[in-house]
């Protein structure tokens, strides 16, 4: 199916843990995001990337590792997961800036107990 | 001060009402100016985007964006209850190929 796709939808995970949050998107758009959304603080980039081996920090990035080897994926590492990581996070990808049209996924709702 | 500035809200109407949506920005070289709405554990989707000042309209829906007083507005006319969602404004944050986001206001239309 044609579109942008998150992996796993809910995770539930212990303090300490390495977690991995994967997207994909199958456009090949060439930019593509991480943001959390939380209550009173709206939606947050925490990484973004303009291509492929191409990275760089957002709003937020501490706790947080990205890597994109491939145009189509863009998974989010928490290296060592700790309660304030508790969010939704959406990957979100476009094809380029400008036009302001982001092509978010459903989501992954992270807990971190 | 935050880039963008936007009222949580809640906001609830009855069906068939003008909503008024609004938000501020603090810098005047933004040029893109976007809304999305967003059904609940849903992802964000674009719903208008205006470039520079002016209006727009789609349907029951008109984006306004005022440069001089760095004001952005949606209105709904003759909203429905299907329109009960979280709307965002959004900036393009242009070099660094990002989006800035308002905090969102939720917007609940009653039958």
């Known amino acids: 199916d044609a579109g942008i796709t998150q992996s796993p939808r809910y995770k539930i995970t212990e303090t300490g843990r390495q977690v991995t949050l994967m997207c994909h998107q199958t456009?090949?758009?060439?930019?593509m995001f991480w943001y959390r959304q939380d209550l009173g603080h709206g939606l947050r980039l925490i990484y973004y990337?303009?291509?492929?081996?191409?990275?760089d920090k957002g709003e937020v990035p501490d706790g947080y590792v990205v890597s994109r080897s491939k145009t189509e994926n863009f998974p989010l590492t928490l290296e060592s997961a700790t309660r304030s990581q508790t969010s939704v996070y959406f990957c979100?990808?476009?094809?380029?800036?400008?036009?302001?049209?982001?092509?978010f996924g459903q989501g992954t709702r992270l807990t971190v107990v | 001060q935050k880039e963008v500035e936007q009222d949580p809200g809640p906001l609830s109407v009855p069906e068939g009402a003008i909503v008024s949506l609004n938000c501020t920005y603090s810098?005047?070289?933004?040029?893109?100016f976007m809304w999305y709405r967003q059904y609940s554990r849903k992802g964000p989707e674009l719903l208008m985007y205006?470039?520079?000042?002016g209006n727009k309209e789609d349907g029951r829906f008109t984006a306004q964006v005022d440069k001089s007083s760095k004001y952005i507005s949606l209105f709904i006319r003759d909203s429905q209850p299907s329109d009960s969602a979280t709307y965002l404004c959004?900036?393009?944050?242009?070099?660094?190929?990002?989006?800035?986001f308002g905090k969102g206001t939720k917007l609940s239309v009653k039958p």
């Open positions: 990337s303009a291509a492929a081996d191409i990275t």
């Open positions: 810098n005047s070289a933004f040029q893109y």
């Open positions: 205006t470039y520079s000042s």
């Open positions: 979100a990808s476009s094809v380029l800036t400008g036009t302001g049209e982001a092509f």
């Open positions: 959004a900036i393009d944050g242009g070099s660094q190929g990002n989006l800035i």
């Open positions: 456009w090949s758009h060439s930019y």
